[in-house]
């Protein structure tokens, strides 16, 4: 765990799956600044939590983030963090 972290740049090619964005939240608990730069769409098996009633997977919480940057992000990225369901982002919700 990386309590003093609170800035985070992931970039890759490979896309990245939702176990991924548990690890972060987990591993960099006080995070307030994260950029994601990644094109690629995820697999078929993150897509599999498209469906909003899916509660085999837990909501991923970020209580300290304070700016997101998902300019260079394919809209996989962006559904996942701004549904919800999925994600919750209590300091992104004003």
Do not use: G
């Not at 800035?7 to 991924?20: G, N, S």
């Not at 098996?45 to 304070?66: A, G, R």
């Amino acid at each position: 765990m990386f309590n003093d972290l609170d800035y985070l740049e992931v970039q890759d090619e490979i896309p990245f799956e939702y176990e991924f964005f548990i690890q972060i939240a987990w591993s960099f608990p006080l995070l307030k600044y994260l950029s994601i730069l990644n094109l690629s769409s995820q697999s078929s098996i993150s897509k599999k939590f498209d469906c909003n009633d899916n509660q085999l997977y837990s909501i991923v919480k970020y209580p300290y983030l304070i700016s997101l940057n998902l300019y260079s992000a394919h809209n996989d990225y962006v559904e996942q963090f701004l549904n919800d369901r999925k994600t919750y982002l209590s300091h992104l919700d004003k």
